[in-house]
């Protein structure tokens, strides 16, 4: 507690502890490379910057050194990463301008790739908290069977914790921000959230 900070009611503390285990539900887990089928056709959707696209394309080949890849990205993309990769690619436009919506995928392309048997679907953006991950995650859920590998800035891969225990926490946790809010608001008909006071005081 920081100096001239009224300390924190029985209440207050409680609910610091139900909200850091909440918050513990939502990071991404780390995944073990071993873990993840290089045998099977990989996808990606290019996401991040070409840099960070080319850093995963080398490491991609390190790990199988003759991938059966996918990559979607937009059409303004193709040549680029054609370029960059070490491998050959099925290069897979998505025809509009920006984010990725699973709404935004043509029914035909959709179809062509439910029918490819991905083993693992590759995101370059990095966590939870990125705008429209929720987007995202719907678009390769609808691809691979399995949820998305994200790849973090230092290359390792993790995933998202399951999508029905995610939304749950989060549900959980916005509910309680709130609920917290109204407490420490002192309009509140039983008063703020504030340190209860001894007997003698």
Not at 13 to 39: H, N, Y
Not at 114 to 124: C, D, E, I, K, S
Not at 164 to 187: C, H, I, M, S, T
């Amino acid at each position: 507690m920081t100096t001239g900070q009224r300390p924190q009611s029985e209440a207050a503390q409680g609910l610091r502890v139900v909200l850091d285990m909440l918050l513990q539900d939502l990071p991404l887990k780390t995944v073990d490379p071993v873990a993840l089928r290089w045998d099977r056709p990989i996808f990606v959707l290019r996401s991040a910057d070409m840099k960070k696209m080319r850093a995963f394309l080398d490491g991609l080949v390190s790990q199988c050194p003759s991938p059966v890849l996918h990559v979607m990205s937009h059409a303004r993309d193709e040549d680029a990463i054609r370029a960059m990769a070490p491998c050959d690619i099925t290069f897979h436009a998505y025809p509009t301008p920006g984010r990725y919506r699973l709404e935004g995928v043509p029914a035909a392309t959709l179809h062509t790739l439910r029918t490819v048997g991905f083993g693992t679907a590759f995101f370059l953006d990095t966590g939870t908290a990125a705008d429209l991950f929720d987007e995202v995650e719907r678009l390769l859920l609808a691809i691979v069977d399995d949820r998305p590998v994200s790849v973090l800035a230092d290359g390792t891969f993790a995933r998202a914790p399951e999508r029905g225990l995610r939304k749950r926490a989060e549900a959980a946790f916005f509910g309680l921000v709130e609920w917290y809010q109204a407490r420490l608001d002192p309009g509140f008909p039983n008063g703020p959230v504030l340190a209860q006071k001894s007997p003698s005081e």
